[in-house]
C-alpha cells in the first residue's frame, strides 16, 4: 500500500516509519514538501497515494503563541493544502491533532463529542487543520493524541531524564492532567488504522491519566533515579501559551475498532527500554 507521510522526521514520523515497514511509504518531508508551498497538494496528489498521514505541525506551543501567522500557516493552511492533496489522489487522509483542542474544564476523559474550546493559538490553529481536513471530504480520519513522546526528538521525558542528571530537583507542575503517550505505541495503533474504514474524529492516547508531576515521578522511578520532584502550579511555570488543566482522552471510540495502546505507565517503562 502506498503511504505518503509528512512529519516524516519527526517524534511521531520516525516512529511510524519503523511501524509500516511493509509498505511502500513516501517520506514528505522538507524541503521538498513545505507545508506553506502552495503547490504542495499537486506534489501530493501527484504520487498517488492511497493512504496520506498528515503528522508533520509546528508543534512549539509557546512559539506559536509568539508567531501565530506561522502557526495558522503550517497547521491550518498546510493542512488544507494537505487534504486537497489527498482529495485530489482519491486517498483517505489521517490527520493528527491535539488534546489542546480542549479548554480542560472537564474532570473525566474527553470524548470525540466533546465540545472543544483551545485556550491557545496551537490548540486553535490544530483545531483549524481539523476543520480543513473534515471540510466536504469523507475520507478523512482525525486522530487526536496527547502529552507524545518518543525516543526521537525533545520531549517531557527526555527532558525530565536530563534535568534529573545535572540538578538535586526538577520543579514540575501538578496541576496539568493528561494521558501521556509513547509514539511506538500510537505508530502501532495507526498502523492498524490506515486499513480501516473509520472517518470522523478519534481519541488515542496512553491508557489512563496523571498529572505531570505524577508522569516525572513514574519517569525518575522506572529509570532509577533518585532526583527529587518539586511540584509547583501552571501559574509558577511561567509559560507564555495558556495550558488547559485537564486532556485525559477517552479511548472508548478507539476500542470499539479492536485497538488499544497499554497503560501510560507501560509506555515509559517501554521507552526506556527501547532507548537503551
Ligand atoms: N508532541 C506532542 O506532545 C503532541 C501532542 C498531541 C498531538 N501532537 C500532534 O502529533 C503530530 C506529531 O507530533 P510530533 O511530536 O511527532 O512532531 P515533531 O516531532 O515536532 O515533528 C514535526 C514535524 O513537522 C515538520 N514540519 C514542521 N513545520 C513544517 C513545515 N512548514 N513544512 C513541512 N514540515 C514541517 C518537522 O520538520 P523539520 O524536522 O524539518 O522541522 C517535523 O518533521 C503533530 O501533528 C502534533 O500536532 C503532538
Excluded at 503511504?3 to 516509519?17: F, M, S, Y
Excluded at 475520507?139 to 518518543?150: A, D, E, H, I
Excluded at 500510537?186 to 498529572?211: K, N, Y
Amino acid at each position: 500500500m502506498r503511504i505518503l507521510l509528512t512529519g516524516a522526521k519527526g517524534q511521531l514520523g520516525q516512529e511510524l516509519q519503523r511501524a509500516l515497514t511493509k509498505e511502500d511509504v513516501i517520506t514528505a518531508d522538507r524541503p521538498d514538501y513545505e507545508l506553506t508551498d502552495p503547490k504542495l497538494g499537486d506534489k501530493i496528489a501527484s504520487t498517488r497515494p492511497y493512504v496520506v498521514i498528515h503528522t508533520a505541525a509546528y508543534t512549539d506551543v509557546d512559539g506559536c503563541e509568539r508567531d501565530p501567522d506561522s502557526a495558522f500557516q503550517v497547521n491550518a493552511q498546510g493542512t488544507r493544502r494537505v487534504a486537497e492533496g489527498a482529495a485530489k489522489a482519491g486517498a483517505k487522509l489521517l490527520y493528527l491533532s491535539t488534546d489542546y483542542v480542549f479548554d480542560g474544564r472537564k474532570t473525566v476523559p474527553y470524548t470525540e463529542r466533546d465540545p472543544v474550546n483551545p485556550l491557545n493559538v496551537y490548540g486553535r490553529s490544530k483545531l483549524a487543520g481539523e476543520e480543513e481536513t473534515l471540510k466536504g471530504y469523507r475520507g478523512t480520519l482525525v486522530l487526536r493524541t496527547s502529552w507524545l513522546y518518543s525516543v526521537h526528538g525533545n520531549n517531557f521525558v527526555k527532558t525530565i531524564l536530563s534535568l534529573a542528571v545535572t540538578q538535586p530537583e526538577v520543579r514540575v507542575v501538578e496541576d496539568q492532567r493528561g494521558s501521556p503517550t509513547y509514539a511506538r505505541h500510537l505508530a502501532q495503533v495507526i498502523a492498524g488504522l490506515i486499513r480501516s474504514d473509520v472517518t470522523g474524529v478519534m481519541h488515542a492516547g496512553g491508557e489512563g491519566e496523571c498529572s505531570r508531576y505524577e508522569f516525572a515521578k513514574a519517569i525518575l522511578q522506572e529509570a532509577g533515579l533518585g532526583c527529587r520532584v518539586v511540584p509547583i502550579s501552571t501559574a509558577e511555570s511561567g509559560r507564555l501559551a495558556r495550558r488547559p488543566p485537564y486532556t485525559a482522552l477517552s479511548t472508548a471510540f478507539l476500542h470499539q475498532h479492536g485497538l488499544n495502546l497499554p497503560p501510560w505507565r507501560e509506555g515509559v517503562r517501554q521507552f526506556l527500554a527501547d532507548r537503551a
